[in-house]
């Protein structure tokens, strides 16, 4: 059974109550509710990457990351966004330090920069677009500079992994299906799922720029160890340190048990 929420925190919220066994979420969510799960979090499949559809919005004369010190930057705190801009100034020798951050809801955030409250802006689909609105604003930088860390995955319950690893099975399998469809009904599939996001298809071409579907291959290389964004596990120890830093979340969960590639591998071999 599917179910869908038009309120993505909601579903969080129930898949860490039981009330589901499995959501579709990203990352730093898996890892701000898996040690308080009542039937723990495992990460079996990562559905995308976000190359491009997360921004960091700036005004006109903003065309640096130097040019953000001592400039007011809006977003939410400790979520994508946030991750994506601490990447991006330790990278260029900075910290959150240098800039000012304002606490907002993305929506609120979006609206502030547009109306000219803030300086920055860090956004996702479809809060970038309200704030390009602003004249003279640009994208700064983007997801698409840093591959593997916005990640989408499919977490189920361990409870279901352990009494039921046939139907994680075929929830893994089903995904690739899926991705085949998309790739052999470009039209109707991008109909599909304009229509349940409440978005015109021409709309939806933005996003869909935004967003690299993964395949088996991309999956194999994500569950492997290795020492880049690329790799979910490093992604991981990078994300919670980043979360705990910001005080988002007191502790990380166990991270030895937050993945298993079992699904994805068996696939693999029976490809």
């Not at 803030?118 to 390009?132: E, K, N, R, T």
């Not at 991008?190 to 690299?212: H, N, P, Y």
Request: with cysteine; net charge negative; glycine share 8%.
């Amino acid at each position: 059974e599917m179910k869908w929420f038009d309120g993505y925190l909601a579903s969080m919220e129930a898949f860490a109550a039981g009330q589901l066994d499995g959501n579709c979420q990203t990352l730093n969510d898996t890892i701000s509710f898996a040690a308080d799960a009542v039937n723990g979090e495992v990460v079996v499949l990562v559905n995308d990457n976000s190359a491009g559809n997360d921004k960091i919005i700036v005004a006109e004369g903003i065309n640096s990351l130097e040019d953000l010190k001592g400039k007011t930057v809006g977003l939410e705190e400790g979520v994508v966004d946030d991750f994506l801009l601490t990447l991006a100034l330790e990278d260029n020798g900075m910290s959150r330090d240098d800039i000012v951050i304002k606490n907002l809801e993305t929506g609120a955030a979006a609206a502030a920069f547009a109306s000219g409250q803030i300086d920055a802006v860090g956004a996702w689909p479809p809060y970038w677009q309200i704030a390009l609105e602003r004249e003279g604003s640009k994208e700064l930088l983007s997801s698409v500079d840093y591959p593997g860390a916005i990640p989408d995955l499919l977490a189920m319950s361990q409870t279901v992994i352990d009494e039921q690893p046939e139907q994680v099975q075929a929830i893994v399998n089903t995904w690739f299906d899926v991705l085949e469809f998309m790739d052999k009904n470009p039209e109707e599939a991008d109909k599909i799922m304009a229509e349940r996001a409440g978005v015109t298809v021409d709309e939806f071409q933005k996003f869909k720029e935004g967003t690299r579907m993964f395949t088996i291959e991309d999956n194999l290389e994500a569950f492997s160890p290795g020492d880049s964004m690329k790799h979910m596990p490093f992604a991981a120890e990078k994300m919670t340190e980043f979360m705990v830093n910001v005080g988002f979340i007191p502790e990380g969960p166990d991270l030895g048990t937050l993945f298993d590639d079992r699904f994805v591998k068996a696939y693999a071999d029976a490809s």
